[in-house]
Nanobody, 130 residues
Framework: QVQLVESGGALVQAGGSLRLSCTAS???????????VGWFRQAPGKGREAISS????????YYADFVKGRFTISRDNAKSTAYLEMDNLKPEDSAIYYC????????????????????WGRGTQVAVSS
């Protein structure tokens, strides 16, 4: 069973920046480059929404329109860690942020599909004050 741990969530002011990390591990040797990574978020009273996804080798990256130009996804397979750099944060970005892994290649038509992701972390809280 793969374990995912998100970190880096915090309370920041609008216009500020945060970098979220997602570290993967398993009891036996684990290679993150066998999986694509997605980031999702869920605000109170709302459904979970897809933010971004990165392919196994980082050759493909996808972003939701509402974060394009502000958020950047990246990964370091040697560290089994993926990142979400968030700049120019807005109050509406406040949510619990989750990372997830999928063994299939994300494409333009399905990178956002939660059902394609096999492993999920427990999330990290991001709060943006106005």
């Amino acid at each position: 069973q793969v374990q995912l741990v998100e970190s880096g969530g915090a309370l920041v002011q609008a216009g500020g920046s945060l970098r979220l990390s997602c570290t993967a591990s398993r009891f036996d040797p684990f290679e993150l480059d066998a999986y694509a990574v997605g980031w999702f978020r869920q605000a109170p009273g709302k459904g979970r929404e897809a933010i971004s996804s990165i392919s196994k080798s980082a050759g493909r990256k996808y972003y939701a329109d509402f974060v394009k130009g502000r958020f950047t996804i990246s990964r370091d397979n040697a560290k089994s860690t993926a990142y979400l750099e968030m700049d120019n944060l807005k109050p509406e970005d406040s949510a619990i942020y989750y990372c997830a892994l999928r063994s299939s290649l994300p494409g333009a038509s399905d990178w956002w599909n939660e059902g394609e992701y096999e492993y999920w972390g427990r999330g990290t809280q991001v709060a943006v004050s106005s």
